[in-house]
């Protein structure tokens, strides 16, 4: 089994930073992408930021240049740098990797940006 606990979300005035962190535990062989999704209130969840096996990156055009997503193996873990934070990036982030036994999911950490 793997488990993923996400950290780091809170308030944030617009134009702040946050950095959310994703540690995973448990039996993991081989893992092939990173995610990270958001649920804005009343809207569908979307993918936001991936990191892909070999270490290429995806971005939701709305956070290009604003969102770093990284990883960092030896400690099972994976992060979102959020930068120039605006109201519209409020919602629920969830973690998600992709591995050999299907998807593994964490409960989210809240993001709210306002003033």
């Known amino acids: 089994q793997v488990q993923l606990v996400e950290s780091g979300g809170g308030l944030v005035q617009p134009g702040g930073s946050l950095r959310l962190s994703c540690a995973a535990s448990?039996?993991?062989?081989?893992?092939?992408?990173a995610n990270w999704y958001r649920q804005a209130p009343g809207k569908q969840r979307q993918l936001v930021a991936a990191?892909?096996?070999?270490?290429?990156?995806e971005y939701l055009d709305s956070v290009k240049g604003r969102f770093t997503i990284s990883g960092d193996n030896a400690k099972n873990t994976v992060f979102l740098q959020m930068n120039s934070l605006k109201p519209e990036d409020t919602g629920v982030y969830y973690c998600?990797?992709?591995?050999?036994?299907?998807?593994?999911w964490g409960q989210g950490t809240q993001v709210t940006v306002s003033s």
């Open positions: 998600s990797i992709d591995h050999d036994f299907g998807s593994s």
């Open positions: 448990g039996s993991i062989v081989n893992i092939y992408a």
């Open positions: 990191l892909r096996y070999g270490g290429s990156t």
